[in-house]
């Protein structure tokens, strides 16, 4: 124990969370990617060279050149735009998607832990049913039953991550529940709902946002995967998936057609896991760097 | 001491509390009696001290006499009422207690500032402008209220435990209940929270509980002592008394095993008496429980679980050989 006054170095987790971040090396790069991306999917349009759904039938297949960067496909719409208008889904999707599974994991992993019983029994088996089929398969079936489209991807991937979250919540949750802070305040008189939100919830929530960082790169990859199977959004709107899909029919003429939505798709997941990676190196008091060390740059 | 014939503040009578529990891999489940039976009573301004070996069930009783826990059996009383009554009479008299716990750095929570915990009892209530109250009582335990403003992390572990004994008594409960609170703490800052403790039981009239495995630190700071073993009470007496001279086996033992602060004596006392650990409170042996362990021990140990009797004026004591003129003398000759 050290017996020092003032601010001890370790666990500064609130103050200056994100200065941390851009002091991790890997931190920096993915939240860098990251940011580009979200840039990309905002002002897509205003920064895309032609209309993504704009047919240019004097160029079709046309390699990588001045006036198509990326090239074209066979209707002669522009590869960078299409490219470009496809990160608006991908970047929705993994946001939605796990925004969603994180909400609905947390909440029954807070309570499933928390109150225990019977209420913990029948949750956590639930949450066990979802956990026994392979995620793509039941995302799959899950959009055959929702239907195809963008919501109803981000829906199913959600449906198919939540039980990742409620176990982890859950297991935050139990270690939460035994603590003397938690004894202290039902002393305090305080009432189980106030002890929830104010006490459970925020100790239980930075493995959670670690796993979300995590999981967003998975989700995506996962509706790039229904996208390509012709379960996300309907054509002509471009996404990443389902142009790799259109373009495997190409791929010895145009390799250019899966290549660009391929390096988009792998940078954007890089970038998601790089991301988790560093905000669980920065909430772990344990990770004690003391500021910017320079030969974390990678 | 205090007149046994009028309700005291606090009266515990044959507390009980088992656990249900099952061995890995195995279907049937044992009962654990962690609290067997167990009867104390605590004046107003007084200090209760409660030691034994760790497993003997003291900080189970602990949480029990704060409410953190309902007892299997027996009753609490405060101002001789119970305090499991339903409803809001109930609620009302848990609220008369409060506790310091074990570990100060993990009694607050890290995501909060000390004063937002500090407060708590008193929002808890709905007491609309806690800050000043909150300041009062950290200046009140000798810390400087501009450490309201920080997080646990940030303060040392003295001062950690002065802000959980400010949290415990800001909202001026009867009864506070140290659970080892002062254990994890070196010496000389036990000494200083000790003499804290003692000046603020002299300010606001509170009661103190100290449970603790440490002997020499309870004897001094309480009014009585009762010394636990495996879930039993099997001693009790005002501590001037026992200080002077204790009965049961298992007690001597207890303080043979206490240092001496000069190194002479202590090198030429010899071992401590006690061997092995406390054997377990699923299966515990028969008759007198410390039998397996006593140096007194006889026949009748084995089948005749000793009631507490009185050895005089107040001292109880539950064996069946304490007290008796030659062997335990013998005894504590050779442990003092």
């Not at chain 1, 996300?232 to 057609?257: C, E, H, N, Y």
């Not at chain 2, 009867?39 to 900080?59: D, I, Q, T, W």
């Not at chain 2, 335990?141 to 040392?156: E, F, I, T, W």
Request: hydrophobic share 45%; net charge neutral.
């Amino acid at each position: 124990m050290t017996a020092s006054s003032g601010p001890a170095p370790t666990g500064l987790r609130l103050p200056l969370p994100l200065a941390k971040l851009l002091g991790h090396g890997g931190g920096a790069f993915g939240l860098a990617i990251m940011v580009f991306f979200v840039i990309l999917a905002v002002f897509g349009r205003l920064l895309s060279p032609y209309d993504p759904n704009a047919n240019d039938y004097m160029s079709l297949l046309a390699p990588p050149s001045a006036t198509h960067w990326f090239g074209t496909d066979e209707l002669g719409r522009d590869t960078l735009s299409r490219v470009i208008d496809g990160s608006r889904i991908a970047v929705a999707v993994a946001f939605l998607s796990v925004s969603i599974a994180m909400a609905v994991g947390v909440v029954i992993g807070v309570v499933a832990g928390f109150f225990g019983g019977l209420v913990d029994a029948v949750l956590n088996r639930s949450q066990d049913v979802l956990f026994a089929f392979p995620t793509l398969l039941l995302a799959i079936i899950l959009v055959a039953v929702l239907g195809p489209g963008l919501f109803n991807a981000s829906l199913a991937i959600a449906i198919v991550y939540s039980p990742r979250f409620a176990r982890m919540a859950r297991a935050s949750t139990l270690s939460i529940k035994t603590s003397e802070y938690l004894d202290a305040a039902r002393l305090a008189g305080v009432s189980t709902p106030v002890i929830l939100v104010r006490h459970v919830l925020p100790n239980a929530l930075p493995p959670v946002i670690v796993l979300a960082a995590l999981s967003m790169s998975t989700a995506q990859l996962a509706y790039a995967s229904l996208s390509f199977l012709g379960l996300g959004v309907s054509p002509p709107q471009a996404d990443w998936g389902s142009m790799l899909s259109k373009g495997r029919d190409f791929i010895t003429i145009a390799p250019w057609l899966v290549i660009w939505p391929t390096v988009a798709l792998v940078l954007l997941m890089l970038a998601f896991n790089v991301l988790g990676d560093a905000i669980r190196d920065v909430l772990d008091p344990s990770h004690t760097s003391t500021g910017k060390s320079p030969d974390t740059i990678r | 001491m205090p007149d046994d014939r009028t309700a005291p503040l606090l009266q515990v009578e044959n507390l009980k509390r088992q656990f249900q529990v099952r061995q890995r891999g195995s279907r049937e489940s044992q009962l654990l009696r962690a609290v067997d039976g167990v009867s104390l009573h605590l004046e107003a301004g007084e200090s209760l001290g409660v030691v034994g070996e760790s497993g003997c069930g003291k900080s189970t009783l602990a949480r029990l006499i704060v409410g953190l826990l309902k007892p299997t059996e027996g009753r609490i009383l405060i101002d001789g009422q119970d305090i499991w009554t339903p409803g809001a009479a109930g609620r009302d008299r848990r609220r008369k207690f409060q506790m310091v716990f074990q570990n100060p750095a993990g009694s607050m929570n890290p995501r909060r500032t000390v004063g937002a915990s500090v407060a708590e009892p008193l929002t808890a209530k709905g007491v609309p402008n806690a800050s000043e109250a909150v300041e009062r009582m950290l200046e009140l335990v000798g810390l400087d209220p501009s450490m309201a403003s920080r997080k646990p992390h940030q303060l040392s572990g003295g001062q950690q435990q002065r802000a959980s004994i400010a949290r415990a008594l800001i909202a001026d409960p009867a009864i506070v209940v140290h659970d080892e609170s002062i254990a994890s703490l070196d010496i000389s800052l036990q000494a200083q929270i000790l003499n804290l403790l003692l000046d603020l039981q002299k300010d606001l009239g509170t009661s103190y509980i100290f449970i603790s495995h440490d002997l020499a630190a309870v004897q001094a700071i309480s009014h009585r002592v009762v010394v636990m073993y495996l879930g039993e009470v099997v001693e009790a007496s005002d501590s001037t008394t026992f200080a002077q001279r204790p009965l049961h086996p298992y007690s001597l033992a207890l303080r043979s095993a206490t240092l001496l602060p000069d190194p002479v004596h202590e090198r030429g006392r010899g071992d401590t008496l006690l061997r092995g650990d406390v054997p377990s409170p699923i299966n515990p042996p028969s008759g007198c429980r410390f039998h397996t362990r006593c140096p007194l021990a006889k026949d009748l140990c084995l089948q005749q679980k000793p009631a507490l009797r009185d050895a005089g004026s107040g001292h109880l004591v539950a064996c069946h050989y304490a007290g008796d003129t030659t062997r335990p003398l013998e005894m504590s000759e050779e442990v003092v």
